[in-house]
């Protein structure tokens, strides 16, 4: 056992002594090995400290790359809700020259005309003719209206003594503000308007002296 280590360790020193022979025959080639192992050495020292060095610039450029994303995801969240909130009034306003009540948009309109013309007016503007439910509508209108002749949506022309509103409204049993003495159908009088503190009275459909209250929902 001890005669096999000894012969391995001759073994071994003749093998590294013939290697520096060798090289030593041969020392441009020793150059080379030995620029090469340094080469070597070097690169990885290189790629070690270049990795320590870079590692917190790297994680300050991921840092950066992350605000950054959040910026734009905030930014893009905060044009969205501009958005919502534009389309959210435009929603709960009416149009301009268009007063909000109760849900729905009213135009008095500035122009005189028949009621045809009155009601043609309001259907272009996506209307009709207003339609009157109750008090509170009154009051409303007749606050605008004052002692001015407007045209509502009522009428008789169909059947002379049935009044019905353009919205097929049930009349007999719905809220109603005549004049006293209103409707009296006083010649061919079949087209109801407002008049003093928004008072109901009925009047010829061809008449051109009144204006005209258009109604549509917000």
């Not at 056992?1 to 093998?15: F, G, I, P, Q, V």
């Not at 109603?176 to 009275?201: F, Y």
Request: proline residues 2%; neutral net charge; hydrophobic residues 35%.
């Amino acid at each position: 056992m001890e005669n096999s280590a000894k012969w391995e360790r001759l073994t071994d020193n003749l093998t590294l002594g013939r290697m520096w022979s060798y090289f030593k025959e041969r020392p441009v080639i020793l150059t080379y090995v030995l620029l090469a192992l340094s080469f070597i050495l070097v690169t990885i020292l290189f790629v070690v400290v270049h990795t320590q060095h870079f590692k917190p610039e790297m994680k300050e450029l991921a840092r950066k790359d992350d605000i950054l994303g959040l910026n734009i995801t905030v930014n893009s969240l905060g044009e969205k809700m501009k958005e919502m909130e534009r389309t959210s009034k435009k929603k709960n306003s009416c149009e301009v020259g268009w007063h909000l009540f109760n849900g729905n948009c009213y135009f008095f309109s500035d122009i005189k005309s028949n009621w045809y013309k009155a009601r043609t007016m309001c259907v272009h503007r996506s209307a009709d003719l207003v339609v009157i439910n109750n008090e509170n509508e009154q009051k409303f209108i007749a606050g605008v209206t004052g002692s001015k002749l407007y045209w509502i949506g009522l009428s008789d022309t169909e059947d002379e003594g049935k009044w019905t509103w353009v919205d097929g409204k049930e009349y007999e049993s719905a809220y109603k503000s005549w004049m006293p003495g209103e409707p009296n159908s006083a010649g061919d009088e079949d087209c109801a308007q407002v008049w003093k503190e928004g008072k109901w009275n009925d009047k010829v459909c061809h008449d051109t002296n009144p204006f005209s209250i258009c109604e549509k929902k917000l």
